[in-house]
């Protein structure tokens, strides 16, 4: 019993460091499935480590299908991917992020939200 306990610490001290090695997303603006307001669209994505901006991106899906790069701002934080764009058209959308870490790991992943047309606005 004492032999597996210690074959179980051991696997688990050599996958620690291996799943904090990926760029997590740890706040989304816009939020995971909150509603924003047709127009300009502000995105920060914060990580939970340093990742090189140069050799990430944004890409907005519309809800047609069509897509669009999101120019990227370089004078964010280190742990940072923020641009802007505009939302033309009501429905759900898909922010999807690619970040390549300092360490040199790929991540990718996708937000999704949804945009309301100005006559449905409260």
Do not use: C
Request: glycine letters at 8%; hydrophobic letters at 45%; aromatic letters at 4%.
């Amino acid at each position: 019993m004492a032999l597996l306990a210690a074959a179980l610490a051991a696997t688990l001290g050599i996958a620690a460091p291996i799943a904090y090695a990926h760029a997590i997303v740890v706040a989304a603006r816009p939020a995971m499935g909150s509603t924003v307001p047709q127009g300009g669209l502000e995105i920060r994505l914060d990580f939970n480590s340093r990742i090189d901006p140069q050799r990430s991106g944004l890409h907005l899906r519309r809800p047609d299908g069509s897509e669009a790069t999101v120019s990227v701002v370089r004078n964010s934080a280190s742990n940072v991917l923020a641009g802007s764009a505009k939302t033309t058209m009501s429905g759900h959308w898909r922010l999807a992020w690619q970040v390549l870490s300092v360490d040199g790991h790929i991540t990718r992943g996708e937000v999704t939200f949804i945009v309301r047309d100005q006559a449905s606005a409260p």
